[in-house]
């Protein structure tokens, strides 16, 4: 994973989208417990559910009861304070948004300036689970990284490719996590993917039955089983983050 400088961005916080073009690739497990595994080891982190069509964050933290959230501080209806909420278990600071079968839109003024707020936050770390797909050009300058999750079937990785092109034309840093990988000799390769894909292939996790298990009992799968496969990987990713933005800040 390369280095991303902050060269007039402010060294805080360091916002990182998690992104996939399809739905359904494992996307906000690895943004829960990429969250969690940073605020583990020191920093403050706040996790974002920015999905407008599917938010589910909050399911996998036990907070499904969350009455607003990111669509509050998008519509201007809340300061970002009053939206964060606190997942006991790990202290991770959480911005959920309410379970609904309502999509709802996001204006580009309003996006931008719900992301100009979180990049005034005092966390050391943003991570924003997304909705599947683009996003405007503007957010470009938001944000120091986007991890592209994908699995190992060609339509994920197809339209993973696709995201990457884009990201790529606008100058936006990313990286591949591969999710979901069980060496079957009908998966794309890893080899094919390092051929293929415009960027670096960050992180490979398994397919784990402790990923299911963890969304069953709302607990995320590095506090239910450190030792597991899948949570090695997201360990993994995280000491990456680590070397790129330094040392929590001691208070």
Known sequence: MKSVSNEG??????????????????????????????????YSVLLVDADSSNPSVGLHLGL???????????????????????????????????????AFAMKEKEEENAYNELKKSNYEIVIVDTQPGY??????????????????????????????????????????????????????????MEGTYEGEIAEIAPEDEIVPMSIASKIPACMLNPKAKFCRSIFDLADKISAIVGSPIEI
């Open 9 to 42: 961005m402010g060294n805080w916080p360091y916002i990182i989208r998690i992104s996939a073009q399809k739905g359904g690739v494992g996307k906000t497990t690895i943004a829960v417990n990429l969250a969690v595994s940073l605020k583990l080891r020191g």
């Open 135 to 192: 996003f405007p050009d503007f957010i470009t300058k938001k944000i120091n990284q986007t991890i592209v999750v994908t699995n190992p079937d060609m339509p994920s990785y197809m339209s993973a490719v696709r995201l990457s092109e884009y990201f790529s034309k606008m100058g936006v840093p990313h990286e591949l996590f591969v999710n979901r990988v069980n060496n079957k000799k009908y998966e794309i390769s890893i080899k094919e």
């Open 64 to 102: 499904e009861d969350s009455t607003s959230g990111f669509v509050s501080l998008l519509k201007g209806k809340a300061k970002l304070e009053y939206i964060v909420m606190t997942h006991g278990p790990s202290g991770l600071a959480v911005i959920c948004n309410p379970i609904s079968m309502v």
